[in-house]
């Protein structure tokens, strides 16, 4: 497949679409983490894998340099107990908008948490998300 090229104004426009849908809704947008590989794109995670639920703030993150800087309210209680593998990112009304791969501190994924092992009933939070 051939490469495509954007401009830097159509990719900030993007991605400043992208954190408003995250943003809409009558609630704020959430990062749930998941423990087991993801499913295809907006599928069904499988059952009982939900280690975290992080509150994003809002707005939901900045855009500058090209890419979305995605930032949580704070830490999250765990519900489950597992090594971070995966995001999903939905917005205020719990629409699936992104998935992206998840790990801890020195992974270089594009969501990192504050542990790679997480334990139900401990605390977790985003270290850093960036979404490009």
């Excluded at 609630?27 to 599928?43: E, H, V, W």
């Excluded at 280690?51 to 500058?64: Q, R």
């Amino acid at each position: 497949m051939a490469a495509v090229d954007i401009s830097t104004a159509l990719n900030e426009a993007r991605l400043t679409a992208t954190r408003d849908y995250l943003d809409s809704g009558t609630s704020s947008a959430k990062l749930q983490i998941y423990a087991t590989p993801r499913p295809t794109p907006g599928g069904a995670p499988s059952p009982g894998t939900l280690l975290v639920e992080l509150i994003l703030t809002e707005p939901c993150g900045t855009v500058a340099g090209g890419v979305l800087t995605v930032t949580a309210v704070g830490e999250a209680t765990a519900v489950g107990s597992g090594t971070p593998v995966w995001g999903r990112f939905v917005n205020g009304s719990g629409a699936w908008v992104i998935d992206a791969d998840a790990g801890g501190p020195g992974s270089n994924q594009p969501i990192v948490l504050s542990d790679t092992s997480v334990l139900a009933g401990g605390k977790l939070s985003l270290l850093s998300c960036v979404l490009g």
